[in-house]
């Protein structure tokens, strides 16, 4: 005979299956039966751990039992304090706070209105460590430019030309020469104005009585000369003209060449000179094939008609066929060129030389790159000239006042 597995485990041990007693209770007593089954059991313990977790999502903290705390935190209004009482004198250097992003002006704005350079190191945003170059009260401060009395509107814009009375750019717009004693040195530094970088640290790091010399060429050319001007810098403007090697090495786009007749040169110089103002005379590009050429000659007689003066950089070989200088432009010529050899000690040695020229003859006019190798050597050397009884003076030095100050004369 078979039994139900269901009779076997639910039924008494020694009982016989006839003799087992009845379950009573009706349908309670047939829910707890089942309820007493080893998969109902287990169901209804699922069903009441998945209620409960219900209500404690619902009603319940689901961090309860975790320490925490509130605290109310009240915005209070700034206390008044006085302004403290002004110094009796400026500081030569200040260090300034940063200030809230609603309260700082661009550097531009600072530049423009105090006078201080700022400059920052290449790729670095206006929170990043700048150098601040804050000039002295008794430096001597340049002209505003443009003049209306020796400007006037060309083709491209805004040229300078010859005053009344003869008043000429290259007087009002140069620097003038501090007191001093000693051997005088002038320095024009060229190539400025192209590379942000590295016309920004040849305005802070050299003195001011180093003149700048700007290509005609980029976007930032007419505010860069403006903060050297604002410096205390002179400035020169650099002409792009036809070389030896010309078209291996280029000089640019409107460069002056010897192919050209007279009115396509005259242009191209008429652009050049449009490019910024307040330059008190020309410095060559480049040039040696030009500058050897009867085409340079008419060029040579519209910078002056305008008041300025022509620098040669030094940088080409001079030739004994120069063209004749008819119109007595003032013209003066570099003895030395600093970086001719790109060495550090090849630059030292040069402004060695040049001391020697100077003690020599009393006044000596040099250029130089714009090179960074370039500005950190002269920056050094220029720390010490006062111990040396060395003088330095701008390069318009050599181009006007009495003629033992002039490397070379129109006439």
């Keep these: ?47 009441a751990l998945l209620a409960t977790a219900g209500l404690v ?72 460590a700048v150098v601040i170059r804050v000039p002295p009260p008794t430096a001597p401060r340049l002209a505003a430019a443009p003049d209306p009395r020796i400007s006037e509107t060309g083709r491209h814009g805004l040229m300078p030309k010859l005053g009344e009375g003869r008043v000429r750019a290259l007087d009002v717009y140069a620097r003038n020469e501090e007191p001093g004693t000693g051997p005088r040195i002038a320095i024009v530094v060229t190539g400025l104005g192209v590379g942000q970088a590295a016309t920004a640290g040849a305005t802070a790091r050299l003195p001011a009585a180093v ?4 290509l005609p060429y980029g976007g930032e050319a007419e505010r860069a000369a403006a903060r050297a001007r604002d410096a205390g810098h002179e400035v020169f403007l ?61 060029v040579l007689r519209e910078i002056g008609a305008r008041g300025l003066g022509f620098i040669d950089d030094g940088t080409a070989p ?13 013209i003066a010529r570099a003895e030395i060129v600093l970086d001719a050899t790109p060495r550090a000690e090849a630059i030292d040695a040069a402004l060695a030389q040049a001391e020697a020229r100077a003690r020599a003859n009393g006044f000596v006019l040099v250029s130089a790159s714009g090179a960074a190798l370039s500005v950190d050597r002269i920056a050094r050397w220029a720390r010490e000239l006062d111990a040396r009884n060395l003088h330095l003076v701008p390069a318009s030095v050599a181009l006007r006042g009495s003629r033992d100050k002039r490397v070379s004369t129109a006439d």
Excluded: C, H
């Design 1 to 47: 005979m078979t039994e139900s597995t269901d009779d076997i485990l639910t039924r008494p041990l020694g009982v016989p299956e006839a003799e087992a007693p009845e379950q009573t209770g009706g349908r309670f007593g047939r829910l707890v039966a089942s309820a007493r089954k080893p998969r109902v059991a287990a169901g209804f313990i699922a069903a």
């Design 57 to 128: 999502l619902a009603l319940g903290d689901p961090r309860g039992g975790e320490p925490r705390a509130e605290a109310r935190i009240t915005l209070r209004e700034p206390m008044s304090r006085s302004a403290p009482a002004a110094p009796a004198a400026a500081p030569q250097v200040a260090a300034a706070l940063p200030a809230p992003p609603s309260l700082q002006r661009s550097a531009e704005e600072v530049e423009t209105a105090s006078g201080v350079t700022v400059v920052r190191p290449a790729g670095s945003g206006p929170s990043d």
């Design 211 to 214: 003149s700048l010399a700007f």
């Design 238 to 298: 650099q002409l792009p003209m036809e070389p030896f090697d010309y078209p291996d090495s280029d000089p640019g786009p409107q460069a002056l060449l010897t192919a050209l007749k007279g009115p396509e040169n005259a242009d191209r110089l008429a652009w050049a000179l449009a490019r910024f103002p307040g330059y008190v005379g020309v410095a060559n590009f480049m040039g040696s094939k030009l500058m050897a050429d009867p085409a340079f000659e008419p």
């Design 318 to 330: 001079k030739t004994a066929a120069a063209p004749l200088n008819k119109a007595k432009t003032p």
